[in-house]
């Protein structure tokens, strides 16, 4: 199973992140964020990234351009989009992408789920708040292609253990505070999700 880490704000997190074991790391690119990070501030860190840590952009209701022109100025890799308000023309993304559902309810992921998607809890202020979707919502579709977000943690990971899903996503499951990663969180989550695999 794919890990992504995200919120990361500051180059500790982003290494020790990476050395806990996680596949990619994200950057939140939406300003009312308190995990909100400048596009050239995250380009320092994902210049000081080892190799093989795929960097993901993240998006609530932007227009492609400003993703495009931010994915480029950030060197990110992957663009996770929000795109509630129909803003974003993914016909002319220039960056691979993932949108994501913010599911109210177990229709919300049947109706949705084409090729790979990030499920996340829906919440108010869109995400990193640390609510889950309830797993029950799965027991109809096939995990393999969805990235499951919201609430996760290493001591609730081995509740997923039978829905093989494509990947995790954590970020507050994983924080000191808002915005600062807890290293011992990060390797005990990575550890949780390979004890299940
Ligand atoms: O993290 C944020 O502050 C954020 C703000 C606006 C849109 C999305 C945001 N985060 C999205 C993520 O991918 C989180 O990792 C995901 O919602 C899971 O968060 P958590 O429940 O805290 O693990």
């Known amino acids: 199973m794919k890990i992504k880490i995200c919120g990361i704000t500051n180059l500790d997190d982003a290494l020790a992140a990476a050395e806990a074991g996680a596949d990619a790391l994200g950057f939140v690119f939406y300003d009312k964020s308190p995990r909100y990070i400048e596009p050239f501030e995250a380009r320092k860190i994902v210049d000081a990234l080892p190799p093989f840590i795929q960097t993901v952009g993240l998006f609530v ?22 795109d509630d308000d129909s803003f974003t023309d993914f016909d002319v993304l220039k960056f691979k992408y993932i949108k994501v559902i913010r599911a109210k309810s177990e229709k919300d992921i049947i109706e949705n789920i084409n090729n790979y998607v990030l499920v996340d809890a829906f919440v108010e202020e869109f995400g990193g708040a640390g609510k889950r979707v309830a797993l029950e919502w799965f ?9 499951l977000a919201g609430g996760l943690n290493q ?32 390797v005990n989550f990575v550890k949780a999700v390979n004890d299940i695999q």
């Open 61 to 82: 209701n932007e227009n492609s351009g400003y993703i495009n022109q931010v994915c480029t100025n950030a060197k990110m890799q992957l663009a996770q989009v929000i």
């Open 155 to 186: 001591n609730n990971i081995s509740e997923i253990k039978d829905y093989s899903f494509y990947g995790v996503d954590v970020s507050s499951g994983v924080e000191a505070s808002k915005g600062k990663k807890d290293k011992q969180k990060m």
């Open 139 to 147: 027991n109809k579709v096939d995990c393999s292609k969805i990235v």
